[in-house]
């Protein structure tokens, strides 16, 4: 398809490059930062170029805050929790629009309430399921009878335990349990015309065959779009992972680079050492930008058109 | 809406199960449990609490402060959507016309999305502080321009141009992928028949985005209900005389930090009915509008 | 006989009781609130405890900020997961105490024959953390006190030598410094610990009835009565004077960092600032530190301690207890002190420690020289009925609803009176929720 449009051109490339520039304006802030001394950084008025200390306060940082070790072990979290995450609610959509029964709008909405309270607010009571992830089970079994008819039968007394506290588990579980890849896999899924159902169904194809052969490879752009966006939230989650890890062989990068930020809540004060908190933050910052980057070959038009 | 459907729900049971028994035991079982603290008045330590019915609640109700944090928090839901959203919009389909170089505006404008919090929040005092930062420049020319430590309303505009900003590259990136999941073939029909480029825009790719549009419509309102509290706690603090003070952060201020577990379990209830009701209406009013198939 | 132990526990368990055999110590875990540098201080602590005995090893580990430390510690302790000792900030303690659920220090010291010289301690930091009757329920740690900086600089431009000891004569000195052509004479944060607690405390004046809050739960706030509605109101005259400029954090460099860059003369702040400003002035000018300043006709008294202390919870075994105790016998010892004071601004806290950095001419020369005026500060009276602390549940809230209504205040919506007014009236509101939560039980 050859269009001229030079002057569409021309104000595309002027509206994106506007746009490119108010968004990295704060980043260019964290680079300038990250490459000052600390009076610099501290002076009155601010300085807006970068100095020569980048790699110093790189260093610094990656002394002081012992990335190293963490940064393989980190991967695992943000990655258990894209896949985790768009298994689940791939399989969730599925289920909720490809399928006539009553419970689809509640199962719908049961999960989409999840949004709702965020982590931090009901993280006293997290932290006990993640303590045993079978407790609401035992309590049930409890409260029902069911653990005294138990006993009373077979002398066996019900205790169901699964510790979840650092482990990958217990770090990866609660966060994979939102529900903005449902949502966004029940709007692609709506997009789907009937005809490609009749068809499969016409061919004999069943619904898990439907869903492998054609549904997964037709979200392949939206998929992309949700595990670039997960791989980053999982990557930066920092307060569940500092409550449910305690043991440093688990430890991660979010949680060492907020050990680089300097405590400004102490009634005393610490030396504001921002500008390795910023050097941290370029460092912590590698891995989601080359997701970012990597996850670019999966953004390119889908071969097979849904012909609608 | 959909017609064709698989008839096997043992298969539909199946597929729903993991997400299910997932939010069972990780949210509905420890959020009961905090919401239930709503009713009470919860001893943090754990040693017991006492029914007070909704005494929490009328506490909240009764108070102008509470209603000010609403209004708040409303605002800056209302003004941090419609700035990301449409930012991101007018980006997303001019990227797409993948003009040369559009792949490096495209890792250019997600990017921002990768860095960490803390450091936002200080890239962004550096860029308002009124006395040192790029906005001291303002101050020289005119005094008094700006001040987001005494002025509510600056302070306010501040933590919105902040939210709006970590917003946009999540949009972007998602109406993008809308954007490329629309067939060529349709819209190289239209230019077949002679549509320009911007025509086509307006006839064909915003009604087939409109599926992705909805989707961050809730989920960007949902989220700057819910999502907020980073940003206000390192830029304002919920001030000045709580100008910033946003429903979420309030949430956590008392709760977290003051350990009013039984208050903090109220205002979340109050906050989940609100950002409820506000989705209810949008699938039930905005939805409408959304082609589909 | 166990059904269904799906066990990673056990898996461990395992490991531990294998390892049991090649090493006997005790582990046992501190959760800390400090980050960043001071943090980093505190790993230190623990290193060279493990590092100076077998038979216990304590694991350290940061929750970044006090608030995490305490929320995390509760999480935790409701799931039987918690830490042996907690660092917890000074304002956070009340729901603490009220639970029971920790170990007096004093009765664990006893109850394992551990000397501690109790009179050791400075009576403005031990009655802070202390029972009604003296004894200590929780271990003080990062000690400190407020402080006036001083640009010496900028006084001696303005032809000003004497440091300020009353308001009047600060006032003066703002005065000064402007028509010297001073922008920033005075840079403010609006603070309760020293606006309010420290400020109520050096004037010997109630900032809650029942003593503070020492003498029950029945307490309702009464600074909207006291000489801190008039020094409120000169705060706010002075903020209109532009004799003083408001430095927040929020604002991009707080009132510390102003004036360590020279911009503003004065500052209030902890005793605790002391390693940062030095490091931050970095010998571009002559600064001191003062004690705070108080009204004419007022008899000084003592201030008392801000920071955090160590707390033992209740849950533990024996040998975890003993390792805990020794841990906080090793803080207590002056080479441990001056450890800590050396690496950090904080002030020691027993005389021992003291005195031995005194003899050892500590205090003498600069970073370190000016210090010891914050333990003059915490010792200028005996500390009474008034000035041994605060006892005051949800005070955190009561500090945000203070620092709201003086922010409304400067802002010009209100007075002052009538800001304060409604902050005691908020915050008595919070109180009385706090009291009837812990219906039935009495502050121990």
Redesign the interface.
Known sequence: MIERTPWLNLVTHAILFTGLFILVVPIYLVIVAASQTLPDVMAIPAKLLPGDQLLVNIRAAWEEAAFGTKFTNTMILPTGVVVGKIVIAALTAFGIVFFNHRLRMPIFWMVFITLMLPLEVRIVPTYAVAANALSPFQTILDVTGFSWLINAVSGIEVALEWNLLNSYTGLIMPLVATATGTFLYRQFFLTIPDELVEAAKMDGAGPLRFLWDILIPLSRTNMAALATIMFVVGWNQYLWPLLIITDPSYGVAAVELSRLVPNMNTTGGDIPNWHWAMAGTLIVMLPPVAVVIFMQRWFVRGLINTDK | ??????K??W??????A???L??????Y???S??LYWAFT???????G??WVWFENFA?LLSDD?YWQSVRVSTVYALATTALAMG?AL??AL??D?Q?RG??S????????????????G?????????????A??LNYAFPDFWD?????SH?MTMVIIAGA?KQ???SF??F???L??I????T?AA?MDGA???RRMMDIQLP?LT??F??LL??NI??SF??S?GIVDT????????AT?LM?YK??????????????AAQ?II??IL??SL?FIQFRYVERRVH?? | MKLGFISVTAITAALCASSAFAQEEVKFEYWYGLSGQLGKVVQQTCDRFNASQDEYEISCIGQNGYANAVQNSIAAFRAKQHPTVVQAYDAGTADLMMSGEFYPVHQMMTDFGIEIDWDDYFPGIANYYASSKGDLFSMPFNSSTPMLYINKEHYAAAGLQAFPETWEQFEENLKALKTAGQECAYGYAPSTWIDLEQFSMAHGVPIASNNNGYDGLDSEYLYNTTIHVKHMENIKRWYDESLLEIRTTQGGLNSRDSFAQGECSHYFGSIASHAAVGKLVDGKFEWDVAMIPVYEGTERKNTVVGGASLWVLSGKTDEEYKGAAEYLKFLATPESEEFWSTNTGYIPVTKTGFDALVAKGFYESAPYKGREIALQSLTYTEPGPLTRGIRLGGFIQARSEWANEVQAALQGDKTMQEALDTAVERSNAILNKFARTYRGKELP
Do not use: C, H
């Open positions: 809406m959909r017609r064709a459907y698989f096997n729900n298969i539909a049971a199946l597929v729903v993991p997400q299910l997932i939010i069972f035991v990780f949210f079982w420890p959020s449990q905090a008045l919860e001893q943090p330590w754990g040693g609490n006492e506490y402060r930012m007018i980006l001019f990227a016309r003009l559009y792949k505006f495209r890792i250019g404008l997600i990017w921002p999305y990768a860095v960490a919090a803390p450091a936002i200080l890239a962004f005092r550096f860029i308002f502080n009124p006395s040192a930062g790029v001291s420049y987001p430590i005494m002025n509510g302070a900003w946009v590259s999540y990136i998602f993008l992928a809308g490329q999941s067939p060529r073939s349709l190289e230019a320009r480029p911007m087939l599926p992705t909805f989707f809730v989920i949902t989220d819910t999502d509290f830029m304002t603090s919920g001030g000045p005389a709580r003070n979420v949430i956590y201020e008392d709760g977290f930090r003051g350990l009013d577990y039984s208050g903090a979340s906050l989940m950002v409820i989705t589909y198939t």
